[in-house]
């Protein structure tokens, strides 16, 4: 499978899915476009999944129809979401074209 992380993705996760054909935004030079164009871009580079930490992007996009799956975290800092790391593997392994994934990572809080 062909997997998309997004710019807000922390690298770190990339060695969790080598069993997928895994690639990063920024290495794409894909940086800096938004929602829809990422969508596309993603699709017409035969991306099945897109993982990311966009929380509004399935309720702005419509994935009926769409080739491509999102897997969006509820958190993207790496110290949060590393424990949820089997989750996140296992939501992207699963996932189905159209599809879309929430996986509760938790989220950041700062300490008063």
């Not at 580079?45 to 419509?62: I, R």
């Amino acid at each position: 499978m062909k997997v998309l992380l997004d710019e807000n993705i922390p690298h770190d996760l990339r060695p969790y899915l080598s069993h997928h054909d895994t690639y990063t935004v920024g290495w794409l030079g894909w940086a800096g476009l938004k929602n829809g164009r990422l969508l596309e871009a993603a699709e017409s580079g035969g991306f099945e999944v897109l993982v990311t930490g966009d929380l509004s992007m399935p309720y702005q996009q419509n994935l009926t129809g769409r080739s491509i799956s999102i897997v969006s975290l509820s958190a993207i800092g790496w110290p949060i979401i590393e424990p949820y790391v089997p989750g996140i593997v296992s939501a992207v392994d699963a996932a189905r074209a159209g599809g879309f994934v929430r996986v509760d990572c938790g989220s950041f809080r700062r300490k008063k």
